[in-house]
Structure formats: structure tokens, C-alpha cells
């Protein structure tokens, strides 16, 4: 089936710094890729998603970029805030209508 | 906005019982889906489903089985609870298609 790999499990970064997360995946066919923010307490909320005919998309801090010659994805959060700290989750559709296929997580930590 | 309403937040309960885990959502989504979120492994597909009385297996769906009689109500059951599914339960709803899926809070569920 289809795998989603995802770097680095924790994260800790100084406010006002820029935050990587890079994702791997293996189904060719994958055409759908979003990312996910968990906050303590409560269920994944979608903050930003890509599609395979864009290579990049951004909304206000936050920007996806996707390689699918490398199949590789990467969500990149700049001038970081004590707010952002949370679980990040990548996902890709792989091949099966409706699923999604979730990375491990991503703890980023904030400091002020 | 969309809503995912999960029945419980926290839930105890014995080995051996049986654990029903109800999942409602608002939008008229085609498609529910039932996770776990265990640390360091992410989230997990147990059981989704298309339609109504429709259900698939996902990547974990030993000990569960699930139920969906109406179109916006999606029911997880652990046939005989054991201690390995103390765990947080998360559901999603999502319309057909490259689609985002919207998820509910979770219930953290332990049993003893």
C-alpha cells in the first residue's frame, strides 16, 4: 500500500524563525496532498492542501510546495509564532477514492 | 462550517465489554472515516465508508467492526474491548472525491 514519510518528528524553532516539515510518498498516482494542524485537545484541522497540476501554493504564512518527479511535498511556515506549536500531519490520496494516507506527525515547538 | 460531533470525549471501560463510539456529522458528507491516533504512530485507518451501509476495511481493522445506517452517523464497535485499544479515537467526514476530510475531536478511550 501506500506510504507517507515524514521528517522531522519534533521540531523546536525560536518565534520569528521559519519551520520546514518534508513529506515523502510512493503511489505515483497520488494527486491530492494536504496538511493537517492538531492542536493539544483537539482533532486535526486542514490548513492547507495542493494539488498535483500546482507545484506551489502559499496562504498568508504558510506556503506547500510539491515535487512529483521526486514525489516529495514540504510545508513551510515562516515568522513562526508560539501559536504554531502543534502536530503536523501530512497526507496524500494514494490511489484509493476518499482515503488518505497520514505521516507520522510533526511536534513543532515555538519558543518566544 | 462543518461539524463532526464524536458522542464522548473520554470513555472507561472492561475488558470484555462491548464499546460502541458514535460519530455525527452535519454536511451531508458521502464518505466517514474511523481513526486511532497512538503517539509515534500517527493517525491510523481502522474502517471507512462511502455510503450508506456501505463499510471497508482500512489498515487496522482487527477487534472493530462498524456501522452506518444513516448517511450521517457512523458508529465504531469494539466486539470485546481489550487493553491494546486504550487509545484516541478520531472520526472524519468528507464529500467524494479529492475532497477534504474534517474530523471530529476524538474520544480518548482506556480500557482496563
Known amino acids: 500500500g501506500e506510504n507517507v514519510e515524514q521528517h522531522p518528528s519534533t521540531l523546536s524553532v525560536q518565534e520569528g524563525d521559519s519551520a520546514v516539515i518534508k513529506c515523502t510518498y510512493s503511489?505515483?498516482?497520488?494527486?491530492?496532498f494536504p496538511w493537517y494542524k492538531q492542536e493539544l485537545g483537539k482533532g486535526p484541522q486542514l490548513i492547507i492542501d495542493?494539488?498535483?497540476?500546482?507545484g506551489e501554493k502559499k496562504d498568508q504564512r504558510i506556503a506547500v510546495t510539491l515535487n512529483k518527479t521526486a514525489k516529495h511535498f514540504s510545508l513551510h511556515i515562516t515568522e513562526t509564532q508560539p501559536e504554531d506549536s502543534a502536530v503536523y500531519f501530512c497526507?496524500?490520496?494514494?490511489?484509493?477514492?476518499?482515503?488518505?494516507?497520514f505521516g507520522r506527525g510533526t511536534q513543532l515547538t515555538v519558543w518566544p | 462550517d462543518v461539524k463532526v460531533t464524536q458522542s464522548s470525549r473520554y470513555l472507561v471501560k472492561r475488558t470484555g465489554e462491548k464499546v460502541f463510539l458514535e460519530c455525527v456529522q452535519d454536511?451531508?458528507?458521502?464518505?466517514m472515516f474511523w481513526y486511532r491516533q497512538d503517539p509515534g504512530l500517527g493517525l491510523r485507518l481502522i474502517y471507512f465508508?462511502?455510503?450508506?451501509?456501505?463499510?471497508e476495511k482500512g489498515d487496522i481493522p482487527e477487534g472493530y467492526s462498524v456501522s452506518r445506517e444513516k448517511k450521517e452517523r457512523f458508529s465504531l464497535i469494539l466486539e470485546s474491548a481489550s487493553t491494546n485499544q486504550t487509545s484516541m479515537y478520531l472520526c472524519?467526514?468528507?464529500?467524494?472525491?479529492?475532497?477534504?476530510?474534517?474530523f471530529g475531536d476524538g474520544t480518548r478511550l482506556s480500557i482496563l
Open positions: 465508508s462511502y455510503d450508506v451501509k456501505m463499510k
Open positions: 497526507a496524500d490520496r494514494g490511489s484509493t477514492l476518499g482515503r488518505l494516507y
Open positions: 495542493i494539488r498535483s497540476n500546482v
Open positions: 503511489d505515483s498516482a497520488s494527486n491530492y
Open positions: 454536511m451531508d458528507h458521502e464518505n
Open positions: 472524519a467526514s468528507s464529500f467524494q472525491g479529492d475532497q477534504p476530510q474534517h
